[in-house]
Protein backbone atom coordinates (compact mmCIF):
# COMPACT_ATOMS: atom_id res chain seq x y z
CA UNK A 1 0.00 0.00 0.00
CA UNK A 2 1.22 3.47 -0.79
CA UNK A 3 2.08 5.67 2.25
CA UNK A 4 2.64 9.57 1.19
CA UNK A 5 4.44 11.71 3.57
CA UNK A 6 1.17 13.51 4.32
CA UNK A 7 0.01 10.42 6.05
CA UNK A 8 3.13 10.15 8.27
CA UNK A 9 1.97 11.80 11.89
CA UNK A 10 3.51 14.48 14.43
CA UNK A 11 6.70 14.53 12.90
CA UNK A 12 7.24 17.33 15.15
CA UNK A 13 11.45 16.65 16.58
CA UNK A 14 10.84 13.50 14.57
CA UNK A 15 14.32 12.44 12.71
CA UNK A 16 13.16 11.96 8.86
CA UNK A 17 15.83 10.05 6.62
CA UNK A 18 15.03 10.44 3.03
CA UNK A 19 16.75 9.25 0.34
CA UNK A 20 16.83 11.56 -2.31
CA UNK A 21 18.83 11.32 -5.99
CA UNK A 22 21.23 14.16 -5.74
CA UNK A 23 23.16 12.67 -8.29
CA UNK A 24 23.67 16.16 -10.61
CA UNK A 25 26.39 17.12 -12.92
CA UNK A 26 28.94 18.78 -11.31
CA UNK A 27 32.76 19.23 -12.02
CA UNK A 28 35.36 20.21 -8.95
CA UNK A 29 32.42 21.36 -6.94
CA UNK A 30 30.52 23.48 -9.78
CA UNK A 31 27.44 22.03 -10.19
CA UNK A 32 26.00 22.28 -14.09
CA UNK A 33 22.18 21.57 -13.53
CA UNK A 34 20.31 21.66 -10.03
CA UNK A 35 16.94 19.90 -11.06
CA UNK A 36 17.82 17.08 -9.35
CA UNK A 37 17.85 18.99 -5.74
CA UNK A 38 15.02 20.86 -6.79
CA UNK A 39 12.86 18.31 -7.46
CA UNK A 40 13.34 17.11 -3.81
CA UNK A 41 12.48 20.71 -2.66
CA UNK A 42 8.54 19.90 -2.20
CA UNK A 43 9.46 16.77 0.40
CA UNK A 44 12.26 18.38 1.98
CA UNK A 45 10.14 21.82 2.32
CA UNK A 46 6.98 19.62 3.29
CA UNK A 47 9.33 17.79 6.38
CA UNK A 48 10.82 20.58 7.56
CA UNK A 49 7.88 22.93 7.86
CA UNK A 50 6.29 19.95 10.11
CA UNK A 51 9.31 20.27 12.61
CA UNK A 52 11.43 16.99 11.35
CA UNK A 53 15.01 16.72 12.01
CA UNK A 54 15.52 15.67 8.52
CA UNK A 55 18.61 13.72 7.41
CA UNK A 56 19.26 13.44 3.38
CA UNK A 57 21.25 10.62 2.03
CA UNK A 58 22.42 10.25 -1.73
CA UNK A 59 25.34 8.74 -4.42
CA UNK A 60 27.35 10.87 -6.00
CA UNK A 61 28.73 9.95 -9.46
CA UNK A 62 30.52 6.40 -9.20
CA UNK A 63 33.47 5.17 -6.81
CA UNK A 64 35.18 2.10 -8.49
CA UNK A 65 36.22 0.20 -5.50
CA UNK A 66 37.80 -3.05 -7.84
CA UNK A 67 40.46 -0.06 -8.12
CA UNK A 68 43.27 -1.62 -5.96
CA UNK A 69 45.33 1.57 -5.33
CA UNK A 70 43.68 3.47 -2.34
CA UNK A 71 45.17 6.26 -3.24
CA UNK A 72 43.05 6.25 -7.00
CA UNK A 73 39.89 5.70 -4.92
CA UNK A 74 40.74 8.87 -2.91
CA UNK A 75 41.17 10.94 -6.05
CA UNK A 76 37.69 9.25 -6.82
CA UNK A 77 36.07 10.39 -3.68
CA UNK A 78 37.45 13.94 -4.07
CA UNK A 79 35.97 14.21 -7.39
CA UNK A 80 32.67 13.31 -5.90
CA UNK A 81 32.57 15.61 -2.94
CA UNK A 82 29.05 16.17 -1.43
CA UNK A 83 29.68 19.34 0.32
CA UNK A 84 28.84 21.22 -2.97
CA UNK A 85 25.63 19.80 -2.98
CA UNK A 86 24.86 21.02 0.65
CA UNK A 87 26.06 24.90 -0.46
CA UNK A 88 23.58 24.76 -3.02
CA UNK A 89 20.70 23.35 -0.97
CA UNK A 90 21.23 26.07 1.71
CA UNK A 91 20.63 28.47 -0.90
CA UNK A 92 17.32 26.79 -2.14
CA UNK A 93 16.15 26.39 1.09
CA UNK A 94 15.01 29.06 4.02
CA UNK A 95 15.93 26.55 6.98
CA UNK A 96 19.28 25.74 8.31
CA UNK A 97 21.33 23.10 6.01
CA UNK A 98 24.55 21.38 7.55
CA UNK A 99 26.84 18.48 6.03
CA UNK A 100 28.60 15.91 7.46
CA UNK A 101 31.62 14.71 5.96
CA UNK A 102 30.65 10.79 7.48
CA UNK A 103 29.23 8.42 6.28
CA UNK A 104 29.17 6.28 9.42
CA UNK A 105 30.39 6.35 12.90
CA UNK A 106 30.72 8.83 16.12
CA UNK A 107 30.62 11.74 13.62
CA UNK A 108 27.79 11.10 11.70
CA UNK A 109 25.92 9.76 15.15
CA UNK A 110 26.89 13.43 16.87
CA UNK A 111 25.82 15.22 13.75
CA UNK A 112 22.50 13.41 13.48
CA UNK A 113 21.85 13.96 17.35
CA UNK A 114 23.05 17.81 17.30
CA UNK A 115 20.51 18.34 14.40
CA UNK A 116 17.64 20.79 15.98
CA UNK A 117 13.77 20.42 15.05
CA UNK A 118 13.34 21.95 11.49
CA UNK A 119 16.77 21.38 10.38
CA UNK A 120 18.17 19.46 7.51
CA UNK A 121 21.76 17.24 7.83
CA UNK A 122 22.82 16.61 4.10
CA UNK A 123 25.57 13.21 4.55
CA UNK A 124 28.28 13.11 2.46
CA UNK A 125 27.95 10.64 -0.24
CA UNK A 126 26.71 7.33 0.08
CA UNK A 127 28.94 5.72 -2.15
CA UNK A 128 32.00 6.82 -0.05
CA UNK A 129 30.88 3.18 1.42
CA UNK A 130 32.09 0.07 -0.06
CA UNK A 131 28.45 -1.73 1.34
CA UNK A 132 26.27 0.54 -0.09
CA UNK A 133 25.79 -0.63 -3.89
CA UNK A 134 26.02 -4.49 -2.21
CA UNK A 135 22.79 -3.74 0.62
CA UNK A 136 25.55 -4.31 3.10
CA UNK A 137 23.76 -5.24 6.24
CA UNK A 138 25.88 -3.68 8.25
CA UNK A 139 25.68 -0.58 7.03
CA UNK A 140 21.60 -0.40 6.55
CA UNK A 141 21.40 -1.28 9.98
CA UNK A 142 23.76 1.48 11.42
CA UNK A 143 21.72 3.87 8.64
CA UNK A 144 18.95 2.53 9.88
CA UNK A 145 19.67 3.32 13.40
CA UNK A 146 19.95 7.51 12.72
CA UNK A 147 16.32 7.43 12.09
CA UNK A 148 12.66 7.55 13.30
CA UNK A 149 10.90 7.70 9.72
CA UNK A 150 12.60 6.54 6.75
CA UNK A 151 11.48 8.30 3.11
CA UNK A 152 12.41 7.48 -0.70
CA UNK A 153 12.11 10.32 -2.55
CA UNK A 154 14.70 9.03 -4.54
CA UNK A 155 13.31 7.92 -8.23
CA UNK A 156 16.42 7.98 -9.91
CA UNK A 157 18.18 5.40 -7.44
CA UNK A 158 14.90 3.06 -7.12
CA UNK A 159 15.79 0.49 -9.44
CA UNK A 160 19.02 -0.13 -7.21
CA UNK A 161 18.57 -2.53 -4.76
CA UNK A 162 21.20 -0.48 -2.02
CA UNK A 163 21.77 -0.30 1.48
CA UNK A 164 19.98 3.28 1.54
CA UNK A 165 17.31 2.48 -1.10
CA UNK A 166 16.23 -0.89 -0.08
CA UNK A 167 18.14 -2.34 3.22
CA UNK A 168 17.14 0.90 5.30
CA UNK A 169 13.49 0.80 4.72
CA UNK A 170 13.48 -3.24 5.30
CA UNK A 171 15.24 -2.89 8.04
CA UNK A 172 13.07 -0.42 9.27
CA UNK A 173 9.48 -1.46 8.56
CA UNK A 174 10.39 -4.90 10.43
CA UNK A 175 11.10 -2.55 13.85
CA UNK A 176 7.48 -1.39 13.03
CA UNK A 177 8.70 2.18 11.93
CA UNK A 178 6.70 4.17 9.45
CA UNK A 179 7.95 4.52 5.63
CA UNK A 180 6.68 6.46 2.98
CA UNK A 181 7.64 8.02 -0.45
CA UNK A 182 8.15 11.60 -1.16
CA UNK A 183 5.93 13.87 -3.74
CA UNK A 184 8.94 13.23 -6.55
CA UNK A 185 8.65 9.05 -6.07
CA UNK A 186 4.85 9.41 -5.73
CA UNK A 187 4.23 11.70 -8.89
CA UNK A 188 7.19 9.73 -10.97
CA UNK A 189 5.65 6.18 -9.94
CA UNK A 190 2.15 7.39 -10.93
CA UNK A 191 2.78 9.02 -14.38
CA UNK A 192 5.06 5.82 -15.15
CA UNK A 193 2.64 3.96 -14.12
CA UNK A 194 0.53 4.85 -17.00
CA UNK A 195 2.79 4.10 -19.18
CA UNK A 196 2.40 0.41 -18.15
CA UNK A 197 -1.05 0.04 -17.21
CA UNK A 198 -2.49 1.72 -20.52
CA UNK A 199 -6.21 2.52 -20.11
CA UNK A 200 -8.07 1.92 -23.38
CA UNK A 201 -8.89 6.23 -23.43
CA UNK A 202 -4.85 6.49 -23.49
CA UNK A 203 -4.44 4.78 -26.69
CA UNK A 204 -3.14 4.92 -29.71
CA UNK A 205 -0.24 4.44 -27.42
CA UNK A 206 3.04 5.02 -29.46
CA UNK A 207 6.21 4.87 -27.77
CA UNK A 208 9.39 6.55 -28.88
CA UNK A 209 12.77 4.77 -28.63
CA UNK A 210 15.86 6.55 -29.93
CA UNK A 211 19.87 6.33 -29.10
CA UNK A 212 23.04 4.04 -29.04
CA UNK A 213 22.13 0.62 -28.30
CA UNK A 214 19.26 -2.14 -29.14
CA UNK A 215 21.45 -4.66 -26.55
CA UNK A 216 20.52 -1.86 -23.83
CA UNK A 217 16.90 -1.80 -24.80
CA UNK A 218 15.98 -5.67 -25.45
CA UNK A 219 13.59 -5.64 -22.25
CA UNK A 220 12.18 -2.27 -22.83
CA UNK A 221 11.10 -3.20 -26.27
CA UNK A 222 9.83 -6.28 -25.65
CA UNK A 223 7.90 -4.71 -22.86
CA UNK A 224 6.60 -2.26 -25.72
CA UNK A 225 6.03 -4.59 -27.90
CA UNK A 226 3.10 -5.94 -25.67
CA UNK A 227 1.79 -2.16 -24.50
CA UNK A 228 1.66 0.12 -27.64
CA UNK A 229 -0.06 0.76 -30.79
CA UNK A 230 3.40 2.06 -32.67
CA UNK A 231 7.02 1.77 -31.55
CA UNK A 232 9.08 4.79 -33.51
CA UNK A 233 12.51 3.64 -33.73
CA UNK A 234 15.55 6.06 -34.15
CA UNK A 235 18.59 7.13 -33.09
CA UNK A 236 21.94 4.56 -33.84
CA UNK A 237 19.74 1.82 -33.36
CA UNK A 238 17.65 2.26 -36.08
CA UNK A 239 20.40 1.00 -38.14
CA UNK A 240 20.74 -2.30 -36.64
CA UNK A 241 17.19 -2.96 -37.45
CA UNK A 242 17.73 -1.56 -41.05
CA UNK A 243 20.37 -4.12 -41.51
CA UNK A 244 18.23 -7.28 -40.00
CA UNK A 245 15.60 -6.52 -42.99
CA UNK A 246 18.09 -6.45 -45.61
CA UNK A 247 19.20 -2.84 -46.67
CA UNK A 248 22.75 -1.19 -46.77
CA UNK A 249 23.69 0.97 -43.90
CA UNK A 250 27.58 2.12 -44.90
CA UNK A 251 28.99 2.36 -42.14
CA UNK A 252 26.82 3.65 -39.30
CA UNK A 253 26.65 1.76 -35.85
CA UNK A 254 25.46 -1.87 -36.00
CA UNK A 255 24.98 -4.62 -33.09
CA UNK A 256 25.87 -8.19 -35.38
CA UNK A 257 24.59 -9.62 -32.24
CA UNK A 258 21.33 -8.52 -32.20
CA UNK A 259 20.64 -8.84 -35.96
CA UNK A 260 18.52 -11.71 -35.17
CA UNK A 261 16.69 -10.39 -32.38
CA UNK A 262 15.57 -7.34 -34.37
CA UNK A 263 14.66 -9.53 -37.14
CA UNK A 264 12.25 -11.81 -34.40
CA UNK A 265 10.61 -7.75 -32.86
CA UNK A 266 9.67 -6.89 -36.66
CA UNK A 267 8.44 -10.07 -37.35
CA UNK A 268 6.02 -9.80 -34.45
CA UNK A 269 5.04 -6.18 -34.48
CA UNK A 270 3.08 -6.86 -37.42
CA UNK A 271 3.67 -3.71 -38.78
CA UNK A 272 3.66 -1.73 -35.43
CA UNK A 273 7.58 -0.76 -35.52
CA UNK A 274 8.61 2.66 -37.87
CA UNK A 275 11.80 2.72 -39.05
CA UNK A 276 13.39 5.86 -40.71
CA UNK A 277 12.93 5.78 -44.20
CA UNK A 278 15.52 8.59 -45.11
CA UNK A 279 18.80 9.46 -42.80
CA UNK A 280 21.17 12.30 -42.32
CA UNK A 281 24.34 11.33 -43.32
CA UNK A 282 28.55 11.91 -42.64
CA UNK A 283 31.51 10.90 -43.80
CA UNK A 284 32.67 11.68 -40.44
CA UNK A 285 31.82 12.01 -37.24
CA UNK A 286 34.38 14.23 -35.90
CA UNK A 287 32.81 17.72 -36.87
CA UNK A 288 35.37 18.37 -39.50
CA UNK A 289 34.87 21.16 -41.83
CA UNK A 290 36.08 19.15 -44.93
CA UNK A 291 33.06 16.56 -44.00
CA UNK A 292 30.68 15.75 -46.08
CA UNK A 293 26.60 15.98 -44.63
CA UNK A 294 24.15 15.19 -46.86
CA UNK A 295 20.57 13.56 -46.72
CA UNK A 296 20.44 9.72 -48.02
CA UNK A 297 17.01 7.64 -48.98
CA UNK A 298 17.12 4.12 -48.19
CA UNK A 299 20.51 2.31 -48.29
CA UNK A 300 23.53 4.29 -47.35
CA UNK A 301 26.55 4.08 -48.92
CA UNK A 302 29.85 2.98 -47.73
CA UNK A 303 31.80 5.21 -46.09
CA UNK A 304 28.75 7.30 -44.33
CA UNK A 305 27.15 7.21 -41.21
CA UNK A 306 23.22 7.36 -40.41
CA UNK A 307 23.57 10.44 -37.52
CA UNK A 308 19.75 11.62 -37.18
CA UNK A 309 16.54 10.55 -39.27
CA UNK A 310 15.90 12.39 -42.69
CA UNK A 311 13.20 15.29 -43.70
CA UNK A 312 10.84 12.44 -44.70
CA UNK A 313 11.47 10.24 -41.48
CA UNK A 314 10.47 13.15 -39.74
CA UNK A 315 7.36 13.77 -41.19
CA UNK A 316 6.73 9.65 -40.92
CA UNK A 317 7.32 10.60 -37.17
CA UNK A 318 5.89 13.51 -36.80
CA UNK A 319 2.31 12.17 -38.42
CA UNK A 320 2.05 8.91 -36.23
CA UNK A 321 2.79 11.12 -33.17
CA UNK A 322 -0.05 13.41 -33.77
CA UNK A 323 -2.61 10.48 -33.62
CA UNK A 324 -1.61 9.77 -30.36
CA UNK A 325 -3.18 9.90 -27.18
CA UNK A 326 -0.37 8.53 -25.22
CA UNK A 327 3.56 8.74 -25.58
CA UNK A 328 6.49 7.34 -24.41
CA UNK A 329 9.50 8.81 -25.19
CA UNK A 330 13.37 7.44 -24.54
CA UNK A 331 16.58 7.63 -26.42
CA UNK A 332 17.66 11.00 -29.13
CA UNK A 333 16.60 10.34 -32.92
CA UNK A 334 20.41 11.14 -33.50
CA UNK A 335 23.74 12.69 -32.79
CA UNK A 336 21.89 15.36 -30.90
CA UNK A 337 24.96 17.23 -28.99
CA UNK A 338 26.35 17.82 -32.63
CA UNK A 339 23.84 21.12 -33.69
CA UNK A 340 23.94 19.44 -37.45
CA UNK A 341 22.57 16.46 -36.53
CA UNK A 342 19.47 17.71 -34.26
CA UNK A 343 16.84 17.70 -36.55
CA UNK A 344 15.12 14.72 -35.97
CA UNK A 345 15.43 14.96 -31.92
CA UNK A 346 13.83 18.43 -32.32
CA UNK A 347 10.85 17.17 -35.04
CA UNK A 348 9.95 14.65 -31.91
CA UNK A 349 10.08 17.88 -29.45
CA UNK A 350 7.63 19.89 -32.15
CA UNK A 351 4.95 17.06 -32.53
CA UNK A 352 5.11 16.79 -28.63
CA UNK A 353 4.22 20.46 -28.41
CA UNK A 354 1.50 20.56 -30.93
CA UNK A 355 0.08 17.60 -29.23
CA UNK A 356 0.21 19.51 -25.92
CA UNK A 357 -3.22 19.04 -23.57
CA UNK A 358 -4.68 16.14 -26.24
CA UNK A 359 -2.53 13.83 -25.53
CA UNK A 360 -0.61 12.07 -21.88
CA UNK A 361 3.20 12.51 -23.05
CA UNK A 362 6.40 11.01 -20.87
CA UNK A 363 9.35 11.75 -21.36
CA UNK A 364 11.44 8.90 -19.50
CA UNK A 365 14.56 10.48 -18.10
CA UNK A 366 18.37 9.66 -19.87
CA UNK A 367 19.65 12.15 -23.11
CA UNK A 368 16.15 12.46 -23.75
CA UNK A 369 15.29 15.00 -21.23
CA UNK A 370 18.43 16.49 -21.50
CA UNK A 371 17.52 16.94 -24.62
CA UNK A 372 14.31 18.31 -24.04
CA UNK A 373 15.73 20.86 -21.29
CA UNK A 374 18.56 22.27 -23.58
CA UNK A 375 16.08 22.51 -26.42
CA UNK A 376 13.56 24.70 -24.25
CA UNK A 377 10.30 21.51 -24.54
CA UNK A 378 10.18 20.85 -20.97
CA UNK A 379 6.76 22.24 -19.94
CA UNK A 380 5.08 20.62 -22.96
CA UNK A 381 5.67 17.53 -21.72
CA UNK A 382 2.93 15.91 -19.24
CA UNK A 383 6.05 14.56 -17.44
CA UNK A 384 9.79 14.45 -17.64
CA UNK A 385 11.31 11.90 -15.76
CA UNK A 386 14.48 12.70 -13.72
CA UNK A 387 15.48 8.86 -13.76
CA UNK A 388 16.22 7.50 -17.13
CA UNK A 389 17.46 3.63 -16.03
CA UNK A 390 14.45 3.67 -13.16
CA UNK A 391 12.11 4.82 -16.08
CA UNK A 392 12.97 2.32 -18.28
CA UNK A 393 13.12 -0.39 -15.68
CA UNK A 394 10.07 0.67 -14.78
CA UNK A 395 8.14 -0.03 -18.50
CA UNK A 396 10.61 -3.20 -18.27
CA UNK A 397 9.11 -4.75 -15.21
CA UNK A 398 5.47 -3.82 -15.18
CA UNK A 399 6.09 -0.91 -12.92
CA UNK A 400 7.94 -2.61 -10.04
CA UNK A 401 11.00 -1.16 -8.87
CA UNK A 402 13.13 -2.85 -5.81
CA UNK A 403 12.46 0.46 -3.81
CA UNK A 404 9.25 0.84 -4.50
CA UNK A 405 8.44 -2.91 -3.69
CA UNK A 406 9.57 -2.26 -0.21
CA UNK A 407 7.73 0.61 0.58
CA UNK A 408 4.30 -0.26 -0.76
P1 LIG B 1 21.54 6.14 -25.08
O1 LIG B 1 22.40 6.41 -23.89
O2 LIG B 1 21.49 4.73 -25.50
O3 LIG B 1 20.14 6.77 -24.94
O4 LIG B 1 22.25 6.87 -26.29
C1 LIG B 1 22.38 8.26 -26.38
C2 LIG B 1 23.51 8.58 -27.30
O5 LIG B 1 23.27 8.02 -28.58
C3 LIG B 1 23.68 10.07 -27.53
O6 LIG B 1 24.91 10.45 -27.02
C4 LIG B 1 23.62 10.24 -29.03
O7 LIG B 1 24.62 11.10 -29.53
C5 LIG B 1 23.89 8.84 -29.53
N1 LIG B 1 23.32 8.62 -30.86
C6 LIG B 1 22.05 8.77 -31.25
N2 LIG B 1 21.93 8.52 -32.57
C7 LIG B 1 23.15 8.18 -33.02
C8 LIG B 1 23.66 7.79 -34.29
N3 LIG B 1 22.87 7.71 -35.36
N4 LIG B 1 24.98 7.51 -34.39
C9 LIG B 1 25.78 7.59 -33.30
N5 LIG B 1 25.34 7.95 -32.07
C10 LIG B 1 24.05 8.24 -31.94
Known amino acids: MLQTIESLKDLQGK ?20 NRIRAALPTINYLTGKGAKVILMSHLGKIKWKEPDPAKIEEMKKANDMACVATRLGE ?5 VHFCPATHGEEL ?9 GEILLMQNTRYEKGEEKNNPDLAKEWASLADVYVLDAFGSAHRAHASTVGVPT ?8 VAEGYLMVKEVDNLTRCVEVASSDRPYV ?19 KKCDKIIIGGAMAYTFKKAMGEAIGHSPCEED ?33 RTIKE ?66 VCGGGDSASAVKQFGYKDDFSHVSTG ?21
Open 171 to 178: ILKQEGKP
Open 92 to 96: LVTTK
Open 109 to 117: AKAVADLKD
Open 388 to 408: GGASLEMIENDGHLPGVDVLR
Open 296 to 361: CEGGIPDGFQGVDIGPKTRELYKKAILEAKMVFWNGPMGVFEQKEFQAGTLAICEAIRELKGQAFT
Open 15 to 34: KVLVRVDFNVPQKGGVIRDD
Open 258 to 290: QLDYAKKCLEEAHGRILLPVDSIVTDSFEPTET
Open 207 to 225: AILGGFKVSDKIKVIDSLL
